[in-house]
């Protein structure tokens, strides 16, 4: 097993990787946890495929868990979502001195945490991120949220787990169209801190794919925990972790949260703010070039969707990075640099 401490004083936590972790949850959140009572949020993909495992091992554990339910996607992360999980936790009388789960990816986990945050002021919970995104990024960290119907993320806070349990055997369950969804994230990672890792990407055998999980996992979350114990409510370096963001979520939002996942949109964000940062001679020659060709070999698109312009502008004029106008844009200047460049909107 491999474990990772997130060192954040008060709020600090583990991460464990390891294959079929899924099986050896008791012992693990018993040791964090004295309680009985256990709230389960999931949705409905997760739960159909893990749900009644999950409820027997916890149950033969000596828990005694309450699963909510979702549905998949991107529109779970709504008010009206998160009304719906606050009825059931007082349906199940679900008290400060009990435990949130979040089982699921990165919606779940999302709304999930927000859900805690704010529930009688605050409810202890449990990651058990379930997708590749959510294991190599957004399950870590304590940036919880909810969108809008404005924009995505405009409600949230910073509200740490008790613990992070990352199964990778769960992965091989996934629809390939998720793995890439995963991979823009684990892409990201590379390009703005580790050059070798970039590399490492690039010489993987897509033939063998799933041998690889682990690494790729285990990479990604060490590269985050630096990120998250030196800037942990994000108003320094920890940004540079939205390289490729402000296009993407203007894409999703663009689209309603329909036609892409927000992998695939991010993967459109970063070619193609490399590319105007190369314009401007801020990025090394052919850094978007290199950045298309590993995007294309793990079957992402780089290419930006026909899209009205106005409505673009209008859409990204509402992105949570906006400070007086302003947005804080994450520009490489290589593979593995990433630098923080504050321009003018309209810029």
């Known amino acids: 097993m491999k474990v990772i401490n997130v060192n954040l004083k008060e709020n600090s ?16 959140i018993r040791a964090i946890y004295e309680g009985k009572k256990l709230a389960v949020i999931t949705d409905e993909n997760v739960h159909s495929i893990y749900g009644m495992e999950l409820k027997k091992t916890l149950s033969l554990g000596g828990f005694e868990p309450s699963f909510i339910v979702l549905e998949p996607g991107e529109k779970s992360k709504s008010l009206e979502t998160l009304n719906y999980i ?34 009688l002021r605050g409810i202890p919970y449990i990651q058990i991120p379930t997708t590749l995104l959510s294991q190599v990024d957004s399950s870590i960290g304590g940036k919880v949220a909810i969108n809008l119907s404005v924009g995505k993320n405009l409600v949230g806070s910073f509200y740490q787990p008790k613990l992070v349990l990352i199964d990778t055997k769960v992965l091989a369950t996934l629809p390939d169209r998720f793995i890439k969804d995963g991979m823009a994230e684990v892409i990201k990672y590379a390009c703005i801190e580790d050059e070798e890792f970039f590399e490492f990407l690039n010489g993987i055998d897509i033939n063998n794919f799933t041998a690889y999980f682990e690494d790729i996992v285990c990479k990604c979350c060490n590269i985050k925990k630096v ?38 949109a991010v993967a459109m964000g970063m070619y193609n703010i490399t590319l105007k940062s190369e314009e401007i001679n801020y990025t090394k020659e052919e850094t978007s070039e290199r950045i298309k060709e590993i995007l ?31 947005l804080n844009l994450i520009y490489l200047r290589k593979i593995g640099e990433a630098n923080i460049v504050s321009k003018f909107i309209l810029d």
């Open 86 to 119: 606050y009825s059931k936790l007082v349906e199940f009388n679900i008290t400060r001195t009990d435990m949130i789960i979040a089982f699921g990816g990165g919606v779940v986990g999302d709304v999930t945490g927000f859900a805690a945050s704010t529930y």
């Open 296 to 326: 294309i070999k793990f079957g992402l698109e780089h290419r930006l969707p026909e899209m009205d312009e106005e409505v673009i502008e209008k859409i990204i004029r509402n992105d949570k990075k906006n400070l007086s106008n302003k």
């Open 227 to 264: 990120y998250v114990e030196e800037d942990e409510k994000d108003t320094d370096i920890r940004m540079k972790l939205n390289f490729g963001h402000t296009i993407g979520h203007a894409i999703e939002k663009y689209f309603d949260y329909n036609k892409y996942t927000h992998g695939e």
């Open 13 to 28: 936590y583990e991460i464990l990787i390891k294959q079929d972790l899924i099986k050896e949850v008791v012992s693990k």
